[in-house]
């Protein structure tokens, strides 16, 4: 929020006044603000302690959170049938255990019996991805 700078104009519409009645509180002093060149920008935080209340986003500005993704393929080699189907048992319940995060998170594994191979596909949030290769570790390395 410290970064937010709203133009003369843009107070005006959001308190509901004239802009030249804003202009004129700044050059009175009543409300803070930073001359660039031939315009005023008034901070968020002076707006906040003018009106003595908080200061929603103006229309259209959204708050935006970084979303990423993980797709992920294991392959693990050498894994009994009995191992393979700990894990994946593990990762089912683990996969759908709403502690893990709010973000969608998929799980699917497969098994080929000939060359003792297990693949897991995970489709994900970063944090939830490294929890669920934490438990396949611990799994693993036993």
């Known amino acids: 929020m410290a970064d937010r700078f709203y133009s003369v104009e843009q107070v005006a519409e959001h308190l509901g006044l004239h802009v030249r009645t804003v202009r004129n509180y700044v050059r009175d002093g ?3 603000a930073v001359r660039i060149g031939k315009q005023y920008r008034i901070a ?5 302690a003018f009106t003595g209340r908080p200061v929603p986003p103006p229309p ?9 993704d993980v797709s992920a393929i294991v392959e693990i080699d050498a ?16 996969a759908t255990d709403r502690r893990l ?8 594994t497969t098994y080929d019996e000939e060359r003792a191979r297990m693949k897991v596909i995970v489709l994900g949030g970063l944090r939830d991805t490294a929890r669920l ?10």
């Open 30 to 32: 009543r409300l803070a």
């Open 44 to 48: 968020h935080e002076d707006l906040e």
């Open 60 to 68: 259209g500005e959204t708050a935006r959170r970084r979303h990423t």
């Open 79 to 94: 894994v009994s049938r009995e191992t393979a189907d700990r894990l994946s048992t593990l990762l089912m319940a683990a």
């Open 101 to 108: 995060g709010d973000q969608p998170f998929r799980v699917e």
């Open 133 to 142: 290769l934490d438990y396949m570790e611990g799994v693993l390395a036993t």
